[in-house]
């Protein structure tokens, strides 16, 4: 007989988990999202965590493997005949007002080649040099330039994901569920039973987890970017992290996201804030002036799920072998998400990872409060 396994939540860690798994013909898999507030359609998409300031060496080992990760992903997609791929390594560039703090940068990066060579080239470019790669730029920074850098679409990604898991004898359902308890899944009025249920509710994990006992610290951030359709020749821009809040993406087509807000204080509130986004369109023509010149295209709002640590987490619940949780994957969780999805999957498939994942562990940030 089949092994049963139910998927709650079909954002990038849930829909990756759900495809390598069902690669295998020995279980039968379900995959219900509610598809509200994802924050992996809603990603901006920068995959390089090797220029990031932060101290925390945990989110660094695990980010730096997710970034890496994504070539083995596109791989796959690539075996599976998918030609159209929704990750592109563009490279990315840093922006910093003064010379001093671009070395700055650039050492850190330098360092974190060691154990991580998919960075590839680290190049400091001056102004003028700036504008061979980024022409829109006004010619007043100094970057750094990393190869390996790249950019993804995380709606078109999921798209291609739950595609193939479809095709691999899959089954998605699109609503809200519940849980009964640890083995029980409330489905409208019926009650589902698995082997293995993967709660991958990203930011909304307490609302699963709190019904049957559990607190769990994870809290909502929402985010808000937008999209210009430009006439510019956008197709190999590297992405462009300036100094401050904003990022700026160049995709095919002319397409430019900019993005995006952190905002620690509205819930789960998906409302369009007409001044934030201002204060975003505002803040990127400091660094491309140009960008004035087109109107917003499209806009798009998410919640990310954020721990106390700002680490993310991941693994089995204490004393319940079969439920699988992951949660708290914050502002980069397009980055390692896709691993820690593959990560699950391959545990459950019994085969080995070669990473361990002790950090990450669940709990410490779950504790059954009552029965
Ligand atoms: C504006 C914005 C910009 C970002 N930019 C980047 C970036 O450039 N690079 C990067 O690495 N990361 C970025 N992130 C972060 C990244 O998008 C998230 O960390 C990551 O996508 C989280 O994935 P997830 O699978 O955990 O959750 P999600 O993608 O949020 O998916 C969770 C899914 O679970 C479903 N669900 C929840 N509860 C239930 C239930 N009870 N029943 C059924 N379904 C349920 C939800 O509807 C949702 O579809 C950004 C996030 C935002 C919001």
């Known amino acids: 007989m ?195 249920i993967l709660l991958t509710a990203g930011a909304w994990l307490p609302d699963l987890l709190g019904p049957i006992g559990y607190q769990v610290d994870v809290r909502p951030q929402k985010g808000q970017l937008f999209e210009l359709d430009t006439h510019f020749d956008t197709e190999n821009w590297p992405v462009c992290m300036p100094y401050g809040e904003i990022d700026i993406l160049p995709f095919s087509q002319g397409r430019i996201i900019v993005g995006a807000t952190h905002e620690d204080d509205m819930g789960y509130d998906l409302e369009l804030d007409p001044d934030k986004i201002q204060a975003m369109r505002d803040r990127s023509q400091e660094f491309m002036p140009q960008l004035a010149d087109f109107p917003i295209a499209r806009t798009r709002i998410g919640t990310r799920a954020y721990t106390s640590t700002y680490s993310p987490f991941y693994g089995q619940v204490a004393d319940q072998n079969h439920l699988w949780v992951t949660s708290g994957l914050g502002s980069t969780g397009l980055t390692n998400g896709p691993y820690i999805g593959w990560q699950i999957a391959m545990e459950i498939l019994g085969k080995e990872t070669n990473f361990d994942r002790t950090a990450y562990t669940p709990d410490n940030y779950i504790t059954k409060v009552k029965n």
């Open 2 to 196: 089949k092994k049963e396994i139910i998927i709650i939540g079909g954002g990038i860690v849930g829909s990756t988990a759900a495809y390598y798994l069902s690669k295998s013909p020995d279980l039968s898999i379900r995959l219900v999202d509610e598809g509200i507030g994802t924050a992996t359609r809603a990603a901006a998409g920068i995959i390089c965590p090797w220029m990031a300031q932060k101290k925390n060496k945990d989110w660094y080992r695990l980010t730096s493997s997710g970034a890496g990760f994504y070539r083995q992903l596109m791989a796959d997609l690539r075996a599976d005949g998918i030609n159209d791929l929704p990750f592109q390594v563009t490279g990315t560039i840093g922006l910093k007002s003064r010379k001093d703090l671009i070395e700055k940068v650039e050492k850190i990066a330098l360092d974190r080649r060691e154990d991580a060579p998919v960075i590839g080239q680290i190049q400091q470019l001056e102004k003028e040099e700036l504008l061979d790669y980024l022409p829109l730029l006004k010619d007043e920074f100094f970057g750094l330039h990393l190869e390996g850098g790249g950019r993804v679409d995380g709606g078109k990604l999921l798209d291609i994901l739950h595609q193939q898991f479809l095709e691999n004898g899959g089954q998605i359902f699109r609503q809200k569920v519940g849980l009964k308890d640890e083995q029980t899944v409330l489905v409208g009025q019926e009650e589902w039973t698995a082997d293995h």
